[in-house]
């Protein structure tokens, strides 16, 4: 048990260590749904805490993050989109979904570019680029430029921030 453990954390730290800030490249992100426009919302920590789980609230409201390995979204391998957990705004496709071996489900490339923010992150002792919904302001996790083609970006986000909508 004492193995495994150690195992996921040298992993985590490892991963962490290993990557550096990502570039935007996200001009070739296509705009031609209607779920891709944005809608604000705005609600209190009382309202957020009601409407999400404890760990849904540590990482989309404190941006937290969960254990690596963790997320049955990190293996998931159906078609299909998934959503922001806390305003069900569409943010990755399954389609540029990919196995990264960090323990955290990862894409290459967003569904749509304006329905994520990217901003500079300086915890941890470095610069790293956060991605949180543009629509409710959620932590979903980090964008690194170690991933691969065709835009060299890997999106590694926390399992919890989001929800799987499968293709019908």
């Not at 993050?65 to 159906?78: A, G, I, V």
């Not at 919904?133 to 835009?151: A, I, N, Q, R, W």
Request: net charge positive.
């Amino acid at each position: 048990m004492k193995t495994i453990r150690l195992i996921t954390l040298m992993s985590a730290f490892f991963g962490v260590l290993s990557c550096s800030q990502a570039q935007k490249n996200n001009a070739d992100v296509s705009d031609a749904s209607s779920d891709a426009t944005p809608r604000q919302v705005d609600r209190s920590d009382a309202e957020w805490k009601q409407l999400l789980t404890a760990q849904e609230y540590y990482v989309l409201r404190e941006a937290g993050t969960e254990r690596p390995f963790s997320s049955p979204l990190n293996t998931n391998k159906k078609s299909g989109i998934y959503v922001c957990a806390a305003c069900k705004t569409p943010l990755f496709s399954s389609d540029t979904k990919f196995e990264s071996g960090t323990g955290w489900p990862s894409f290459y490339k967003p569904l749509y570019a304006k329905n994520i923010q990217e901003k500079t992150d300086r915890s941890m002792g470095m610069a790293r680029t956060e991605v949180l919904c543009e629509v409710c302001g959620g932590h979903l996790g980090h964008v690194f430029d170690d991933g691969p083609k065709p835009t060299g970006l890997r999106y590694c986000l926390n399992g919890v921030a989001l929800n799987f909508k499968p293709k019908k």
